[in-house]
């Protein structure tokens, strides 16, 4: 027989009715109450015959001990929502596996709300930036629009085709489609940002609110005392006729952040590429040593970045994804 340990504070109530003990032989002292208004199944389980105190070999301190498959830690987070939040606050799931546990504990033991609230977990950010498919299967499986429709969102940020994942099974060739098709025509609707850039000349109004993009570039010819003149830009204007403004070709590092952008935005529609690349951008500008472009790049960039990100995300926040619920 496995040798038994209790539980953390409240599960050590010495006024608790009956056992629950995990798997891994803890004892949880609970009250039968609260979890028979949070599940009928309980309710159905205390109501059949138990050893009178004392007598039976299933008791302990006179307690009815009951025995359940789950493990301690996923019973300690699954009896915390079954408590009233003046014993036991909610507990934070941040992984998904404990949040699979936990549901499958919930849809086991019929607890309907404490299922819808796991649920709600799958919307937490960590969750959904690790794992944005499994969480998009498992929420539509549960029937939630919300989280299925902002887990899909997460799944912009990853190529257009997945790779295999763990829940798959749990969604059919239909919904996958359905995802697929959104993913593709944000990626269509991110598209015109490229060839129309209004809205990078709409936010700066004149060539003059954004000479970091058009900087004076360095004479050559011109000799200043054999240092480079700080107040021009050594990096050379793009040779590209596409990303001009107000008809001037801008530094050649922007249309290239331009070009590379929007070549993994047709896979990744979705904010975070655009920052990322602003971040490597940030960095090659620096380490490429014009005095004038280093010193301003990272304020400007970022403040474009944010410009385009947003951008993104209002081309596709009007993307249906078109599923039943
Ligand atoms: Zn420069």
């Known amino acids: ?34 979890l028979t ?3 009928p199944f309980f309710e159905t389980m205390f109501e059949l015959p138990q050893p009178a105190d004392g007598t039976g070999d299933d008791t302990k301190d006179g307690l009815p001990v009951i025995p359940v498959p789950e493990d301690s830690k996923t019973l300690d987070t699954f009896l915390r929502f079954c408590y009233p939040s003046t014993l036991a606050e909610d507990p934070l799931l941040d992984s998904l596996a404990d949040i699979l546990a936990i549901l499958g504990a919930a849809k086991k033991y019929s607890l309907d709300l404490i299922e819808k609230k796991v649920c709600q977990a799958l919307v937490n950010h960590k969750v959904l930036e690790a794992e944005p498919l499994r969480c ?49 025509k944000c990626a269509i609707a991110v598209a015109p940002l490229r060839a129309n850039l209004d809205w990078v000349t709409n936010h700066y109004g004149s060539l003059n609110s954004c000479k970091w993009l058009v900087p004076e570039m360095q004479n050559p010819n011109r000799s200043y005392y054999g240092t480079p003149d700080p107040t021009t830009c050594s990096c050379g204007r793009s040779t590209q006729a596409e990303f001009m403004l107000w008809n001037n070709t801008s530094v050649s590092w922007w249309a290239t952040y331009m070009k590379e952008t929007f070549e993994l935005l047709r896979d990744t529609p979705c904010r975070d590429i655009v ?51």
Not at 2 to 20: E, G, Q, R
Request: hydrophobic fraction near 45%; include cysteine.
């Open 1 to 34: 027989m496995i040798m038994s340990t209790c539980a953390p504070s409240p599960f050590d109530h010495p006024k608790a009715d009956i056992i629950l003990r995990s798997a891994d032989g803890v004892d949880f002292c609970v009250f039968k109450l609260f």
């Open 275 to 325: 920052k990322s690349e602003a971040e490597k951008t940030i960095q090659k500008v620096r380490g490429a040593g014009c005095t004038l472009c280093s010193a301003r790049v990272k304020e400007n960039m970022e403040e474009f970045s944010e410009l385009l990100a947003l951008n993104v995300e209002k081309a596709t926040a009007s993307i249906e994804l078109e599923m039943h619920f």
């Open 37 to 39: 208004l949070a599940s």
């Open 136 to 184: 998009f299967a498992i929420a539509y499986n549960a029937r939630l629009k919300h989280e299925t429709i902002t887990a899909a969102r997460y799944t912009l940020r990853q190529p257009l085709i997945p790779a295999w994942f763990e829940e798959i099974e749990l969604i059919t060739a239909s919904d996958l489609l359905a995802l697929l098709t959104y993913h593709k």
